[in-house]
């Protein structure tokens, strides 16, 4: 798709463009178009970002101003086109240019042979290559360019008609908005793919959800089924959907030759990928027979959890498109294909009962135990209901029988009850009206969907809140983990937060299971934790809505912790995405009276409150001015204690590699950050040896 002069060209034209305008209006809105599409390219399909966010965003601002300015060059593949206003009817119903078909299913070796003999039986030749490739599990899609503009996108809908939802396709920045099909001859052409979040994207909004109150999604297939189907564009923008195209369904063309890359699949996705689109070409391979297509579906099926979104099989289809026409079409699934389905990650239990478990904010969760089941290779006993809505939309049931998932890394949740199974003994859940732990009463704030004890002294709150300041991503004090809090706790040796430093260890000594290594462990890791930077402490407090990133531009905002005492609701939400709920809530924490007092007593214990970046005078750090990246796997250090110490003689960190860049750290297997640090030549490039030599002086 890009050359390696390409890049270069549009790489140093990126370069040129953060500083300096074109020769005019028209001609640098077309340089900057070609920049950006590139580095959402370079982001989105090939993983490999050529520039750091605040680059992206001032190039992306200067064409915005600039097609302001001149509406009459903004073309439909601007990358300003994405982001769009909101939809203001429902999604029309289109019908697809070509059915959009299912897929047959095998789930194992035998029903793969039985398919193997029966492609040969219809293809009339024993000499088939197949290619085998991921079954995505999320929301089938449908795109059509028009004269290399992308003019359409749809769900799959009932296979015939789908909704048009172009906008929102819009919204996933690895589809291209236009391509060069013309050059290829192409006028029209429909491709098919699936709509996926990645895990990790779908486990931190959930989290954010649960955070608010909210009830989490259930899968990553909902999820991103649902997704397609939001009216507001810009909230699907934020729902960071990827998409991976695997299917040419049809196309029309303006020479009578077809195109050397369409007579294969395996040809037909290189070729999509070289036009910038994302495709599985990476994980597709090809085969000369059934037994070695078996070998990888079964290798596969061990490092399904590897990838970064849910596959629920293989798809192996027959890669000439010829043999494929001759093979046909039932009115369900082609015959030329077949989806090898991985063992389900679902399971039927019983339902036990339901314990309700109060968090560090008070919320109470119910949680079901069920008769313990083993779900692809993990004994469930325990699942999450998350809230009162859950258990209310699904129906459930002491005494039902559930149907339980666990997809991958996701946590298991319970699908539905299987209300054909009732026998009429089922009792209904009763949900608490007061606090399981202090007896309180419980409170329900208006649109959240969570029950809360506002007891902020509620015993189970307090523990919660000492755990997860002294947790990893706290404060970090080792072996003070769950069952240490719990104990001390119960035998009224911690009481609060800052009782962590003043614990009697006289007390604890007595205790079975503490030896003097295991206490002097405890209070080293505690003495240790005084040192912590003020993020830390902020995150470790457990202000409602202020999670790590939050934490750390509240301290940045400040030279001690108690400037924010002063704070106001404008100067707050003037901070990097601080919303009104997160301004309301910092206000709150710092006024409340208990709150001062703690802070008071962890002053007086000796713990850090200060900023100390703020408070290093200007110019003194010896790293002053100087930017660092790390890539690869470093063996001496963690990456976060590297970037720390980077941090604290004054350097700065980037996260791409750009004529911004001073030194980049490479530890083992680095990989094309440091080509393009060795291409760029004004980088130094240091070992984690030299690194340590440096920081040391
Ligand atoms: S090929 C006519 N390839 O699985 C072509 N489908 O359960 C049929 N799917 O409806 C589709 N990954 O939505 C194909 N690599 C892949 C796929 C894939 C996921 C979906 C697709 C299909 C469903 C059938």
């Not at 209006?25 to 590139?38: F, G, P």
């Not at 009763?430 to 309180?440: A, D, S």
């Not at 009104?580 to 007086?604: G, Y």
């Not at 100087?626 to 004054?650: H, P, Q, W």
Request: hydrophobic residues 35%; aromatic residues 8%.
């Amino acid at each position: 798709m890009y050359t390696t002069q390409d890049e270069q060209r549009l790489y140093n034209l990126a370069k040129t463009l953060m500083d300096a305008d074109g020769e005019n209006a028209e001609s640098t809105i077309i340089q900057l178009r070609e920049v950006l599409n590139y580095a959402d390219w370079k982001y989105y399909v090939q993983s490999e970002p050529v520039l750091a966010d605040v680059e992206y965003d001032t190039l992306f601002k200067k064409l915005q101003r600039l097609e302001e300015q001149h509406p009459e060059y903004v073309t439909a593949d601007s990358p300003t086109q994405r982001v769009a206003k909101g939809l203001s009817e429902k999604f029309p119903a289109v019908s697809h240019l070509v059915p959009m078909l299912s897929l047959d299913n095998t789930y194992n070796a035998d029903d793969l042979r039985d398919w193997d003999r029966r492609c040969k039986e219809l293809a009339g030749t024993d000499d088939i290559e197949y290619c085998a490739e991921p079954k995505y599990d999320g929301a089938s899609i449908s795109i059509i360019y028009e004269n290399g503009q992308l003019a359409r996108g749809a769900t799959r809908g009932d296979g015939v008609m789908g909704e048009e939802v172009t906008t929102n396709i819009k919204q996933i920045r690895s589809i291209p908005l236009s391509a060069a099909f013309t050059k290829a001859g192409i006028n029209q052409i429909e491709i098919r793919g699936e709509v996926v979040i990645n895990k990790d994207v779908f486990t931190a909004y959930n989290t954010q959800r649960i955070a608010e109150g909210l009830s989490p999604l259930a899968n990553p297939r909902n999820a991103a089924s649902g997704t397609l189907r939001i009216l507001d564009p810009a909230e699907v923008g934020k729902r960071k959907l990827s998409a991976i195209l695997y299917h040419i369904s049809y196309y029309t063309q303006t020479g009578d030759a077809i195109p050397d890359a369409l007579h294969t699949h395996y040809g037909s996705l290189n070729w999509l990928y070289e036009l910038g689109f994302p495709t599985p070409v990476k994980e597709m391979k090809r085969f000369r027979s059934i037994d070695e297509v078996i070998a990888f579906c079964e290798a596969f099926e061990v490092r399904r959890d590897d990838l970064p979104y849910e596959v629920d099989g293989l798809v192996i289809k027959v890669n000439s498109f010829a043999l494929q026409d001759k093979m046909g079409m039932t009115t369900h699934h082609p015959r030329w294909a077949v989806a090898y389905k991985f063992k389900a990650r679902q399971a039927t239990s019983k339902l036990l009962r339901v314990e309700f478990q109060v968090g560090r904010t008070g919320s109470v969760t119910p949680v079901a135990k069920i008769e313990p089941v083993p779900i692809g290779g993990v004994t469930v006993s325990s699942i999450s209901l998350f809230n009162e809505d859950v258990v209310r939309e699904k129906d459930l049931h002491i005494g039902d029988t559930v149907l339980v998932e666990r997809a991958g890394d996701v946590i298991p949740y319970i699908v539905k009850p299987l209300a054909e199974l009732r026998n009429g003994t089922e009792e209904k859940i009763i949900f608490p009206t007061h606090c399981p732990v202090c007896n309180e009463e419980l409170e329900k704030p208006e649109e959240e969907a969570v029950w809360r004890c506002i007891n902020i002294s509620c015993p189970a709150q307090v523990v919660e809140r000492i755990i997860h300041f002294a947790s990893k991503d706290a404060m970090d004090i080792r072996n003070m983990g769950d069952a240490n809090v719990r104990k001390f706790y119960e035998l009224g040796l911690l009481k609060n937060i800052p009782a962590i430093y003043t614990i009697n260890w006289d007390e604890v000594s007595k205790l079975g299971g503490f030896g003097e290594k295991s206490v002097t462990n405890l209070q080293t890791a505690i003495d240790n934790s005084k040192q912590q930077p003020l993020n830390r402490v902020i995150y470790g407090l457990g202000i409602r809505h202020v999670g790590e990133t939050m934490a750390k531009t509240l301290a940045n905002a400040v030279t001690h912790i108690r400037d924010l005492y002063d704070y106001t609701e404008e100067q707050l939400l003037a901070l990097d995405d601080v919303g009104p709920k997160v301004a309301a809530s910092v206000l709150h924490f710092f006024h409340t009276q208990e709150n001062r007092h703690m802070i008071d007593l962890l002053e007086q214990a000796g713990v850090n409150l200060v900023n100390q970046k703020r408070n290093t005078p200007q110019g003194s750090g010896e790293l002053e001015g100087k930017t660092f990246l790390f890539t690869g796997t470093l063996s001496r250090f963690k990456r976060s204690d590297a970037e720390a110490m980077v941090e604290a003689k004054g350097g700065t960190l980037l996260s791409s590699v750009s004529s911004k860049l001073n030194y980049l750290v490479v530890g083992e297997d680095a990989g094309s950050k440091l080509e393009k640090a060795k291409k760029l030549g004004t980088v130094a490039i240091l070992s984690e040896d030299e690194f340590l030599g440096l920081i040391n002086g």
